[in-house]
């Protein structure tokens, strides 16, 4: 165990102050925690951090992801999901399919349907309300969330309406949630370089300003591992954790790794487990306004994400059930996990499971 333990890195000591005092890190911190070395300080603080904020538990949520089509406009580098109208694999599921498939959720005890897919050209905004109005009335008893900001930009271009209007309409079928997917990289230059045909980063911001004063909460997210930089990372939180001061509106913060298999960008290798856990105990630390930090382990894997509950993490997201867009991209993981493999993966680490609702509520 001796061997286990690190020495405080001298250039760090002051932000171990700051963090030990409650004090907010600034930009030069955030890269310098990038730049450091020393993984087991950071994951300290981040602990810190995180134990400060939630004590011993870790959260988890039964749930289950429908993603409606896999029919996009939008052609991102990094997305090996979409296909395009006709071509082979594509696909796009009828209200009718939705309905059957979240059916099953009954049998799951499941309390969130997670709901994301493509920008399909041609669907117009009716069909996403009555998708809502259509679940939530066989289904009042659980949380939608759904959409995200890119998604929602979608609606409002092709209907003619505000993205004000858009939100207010699905809100009122019963709409619960945003995701946080779309965030990306804020970063104009990657954007313009990955997913130019993509909502720009102040629209993301804009959309989920939009929803928060309208009382519909989200998650946010940030893609990492392809060709952002430090500096990309950091000004990203930082516009994450400047929206937060402003509305409070987002629950968590959900790091997603880049997966490079089939798509523009396989010449890239996936992301290091050392970079997943400097993510999650920088994003803690950084983001001192966000309540909780999920470890998406879809994307992480069940290994990184049980390390990741003593580096700032208190969330490891949920059971899921068939997963298809990072899977499309070659995740390794399982497409779902039991109540029982969550919370025998939480409490191998020695912490608390607590089972949550998608605004977590505990529900044990």
Request: glycine share 8%; proline share 3%; with cysteine.
């Amino acid at each position: 165990m001796q061997l286990l333990k690190t020495k405080m890195n001298p250039s760090l000591s002051d932000i171990e102050e700051k963090v030990i005092n409650g004090d907010r890190l600034d930009f030069e911190d955030g890269i310098r925690l990038f730049e450091s070395p020393d993984i087991l300080t950071i994951g300290r603080l981040a602990n810190i951090v995180r134990e400060r904020i939630n004590n011993n538990k870790v959260f988890y949520i039964i749930n289950r992801h429908i993603n409606y089509s896999n029919i996009c406009k939008n052609k991102c580098k990094f997305c090996a999901f979409r296909r395009e109208e006709g071509e082979n694999g594509a696909y796009q599921m009828s209200i009718k399919e939705i309905i059957d498939k979240a059916s099953k959720i009954i049998q799951e005890k499941a309390t969130e349907l997670h709901i994301v897919g493509g920008l399909h050209p041609a669907l117009g905004i009716d069909f996403y309300v009555d998708m809502i109005s259509s679940i939530h009335k066989r289904f009042p008893e659980v949380h939608l969330q759904a959409f995200t900001a890119v998604e929602i930009s979608h609606f409002a271009g092709i209907s003619g309406m505000t993205t004000y209007e858009v939100l207010k309409r699905l809100k009122d079928a019963g709409l619960g949630s945003l995701p946080g997917g779309g965030a990306e990289v804020f970063s104009t230059a990657i954007r313009e370089e990955l997913c130019p045909e993509k909502l720009s980063g102040e629209e993301w911001l804009n959309t989920m300003r939009t929803a928060h004063n309208l009382g519909i909460k989200s998650n946010a997210t940030m893609l990492y591992g392809h060709i952002e930089t430090n500096e990309d990372r950091i000004s990203h939180l930082l516009k994450l954790r400047e929206l937060q001061d402003e509305t409070g509106g987002f629950m968590s913060f959900i790091p997603l790794a880049f997966h490079p298999k089939n798509t523009d960008m396989e010449n890239i290798s996936s992301a290091a487990g050392i970079l997943d856990l400097k993510i999650l105990a920088i994003g803690r630390l950084m983001l001192d306004n966000f309540d909780h930090i999920k470890a998406f382990w879809i994307m992480l894997g069940i290994k990184i994400s049980q390390i990741s509950l003593s580096f700032g993490v208190d969330d490891i997201d949920g059971t899921v059930a068939e997963e298809k867009i990072t899977h499309s991209a070659g995740a390794e993981t399982p497409e779902a996990l039991t109540v029982d493999d969550i919370k025998s993966l939480i409490e191998e680490t020695g912490r608390e499971p607590v089972e949550r609702d998608t605004l977590y509520n505990h529900m044990n």
